[in-house]
């Protein structure tokens, strides 16, 4: 196959029918327009919904990346920007304020940036109801049930064979999205409408990949445990560029699970496992008030709003035994794929966890 192009294509994609449509993006794809098959595919789904499409651009969207031509320096982007928010310990922003300069501004200098209503009420119910529906997916699956009752909601993602991660991940309330075919369409479909693309490629100042072992689906459990202190930088390595979209689908950080979040730029990656952690990839609480005193915030969110981050970002899940509600959320990291040979060379130390989070096209 020649390799991929992966400029985006002119917004001219017709829709066609399904079975048109997968010979037609076939085509393409063997002729390295992976974009364009990709594109085809989303708008033929879109005019008619087919589990077939949506299992193929699962596999299509992982082979694109690992065909395409990427490339080798970063592109320039600012790494220092005014501060659009001064005095905000953790900034907030309306869909109306949604651009890359609010967004570079509140992570560079604050950490995170909140975005009430990203996602309006009907976006928050087909989403919850998709949760619902892959973790019933799941469920049935690992009952031994077969997927033919499990799928289209839940259809193990090829490239992720480990089925006890799979288990660990549903104990806390999760599932990944590509392991989800209609769910990852209609998450990529919400941030599309939401915005997401354009910022997240302006931010990069590149194409962007998802990462498919860090897009997750969660419902969690109102007596989760603490999941510690952390930044995913200690998983992803800390020379990427990376940023987060974190959605809540229910209201959450009082009655609910939330998250608990330093209100602080951090540039490095804080040391894990020492005194007070409970596991070796937790930042201990002391560790955390040493690099951020008083700086710790536990914000309530509404269904529909977003918190965006990156990777030296210091949080944790919000829990406490007061707490009697499920949490219903999305989280979906993007990385710049001229940081990928960053990522998998990570520290080389022995032991360390797999950097391979799986990118594949956007």
């Known amino acids: 196959m020649p390799p ?17 449509a997968l010979a037609r993006a076939d085509e393409l794809y063997a002729q390295g327009d ?13 005019t008619r919904r087919d589990h077939r499409i949506e299992r193929r651009l699962v596999t299509m969207r992982f082979d694109a990346f690992q065909a395409a031509r990427w490339p080798q320096t970063r592109p320039a982007v600012p790494d220092a920007v005014e501060d659009l928010f001064p005095g905000a310990v953790l900034p907030e922003i309306g869909p109306a304020d949604l651009d890359v300069a609010h967004v570079r501004s509140a992570l560079l200098n604050h950490g995170s940036l909140i975005v009430r209503g ?10 919850t109801a998709d949760i619902d529906r892959a973790l019933a997916g799941y469920d049935a699956w690992f009952a031994g049930k077969g997927l033919a009752t499990a799928a289209p909601w839940f259809e193990p993602f090829a490239h992720e064979p480990k089925k006890v991660e799979r288990k660990f991940r549903r104990d806390v309330g999760g599932v990944l999205v590509v392991d989800s075919p209609p769910s990852l369409f209609d998450v990529i479909d919400t941030f599309d409408a939401a915005g997401i693309r354009r910022i997240v490629t302006e931010f990069f100042g590149e194409q962007p990949a998802l990462l498919a072992k860090k897009w997750t689906l969660r419902r969690v459990p109102h007596d989760t445990g603490d999941s510690g202190w952390h930044q995913d930088g200690s998983f992803m390595g800390g020379d990427i560029r990376s940023l987060n979209v974190w959605l809540a689908l229910s209201h959450c950080g009082d009655n609910a699970p939330g998250l608990d979040v330093v209100g602080r730029r951090l540039d490095d990656i804080v040391p894990t496992g020492t005194e007070g952690a409970w596991l070796d990839w937790n930042v201990s609480p002391l560790m955390v008030e040493q690099v951020a005193p008083g700086a710790v915030v536990r914000p309530i969110f509404e269904a ?30 993007f990385l710049a794929p001229s940081t990928y040979e960053l990522m998998m060379a990570g520290d080389g130390a022995e032991g360390a966890p797999p950097r391979d989070q799986l990118p594949m096209i956007y």
């Open 4 to 20: 991929v192009d992966v400029t985006p294509p002119p917004d001219r994609t017709p829709s066609l029918a399904p079975d048109a």
């Open 34 to 46: 992976a974009i364009e098959a990709i594109a085809l595919l989303t708008a033929a789904n879109a």
């Open 118 to 127: 990203l996602v309006g009420p009907e976006r928050v119910a087909q989403l």
């Open 304 to 333: 529909g709003d977003a918190l965006i981050f990156d990777h030296f970002n210091l949080h944790r899940t919000a829990a406490g035994p007061d707490m009697t509600n499920d949490r219903y959320a999305i989280e979906a990291w």
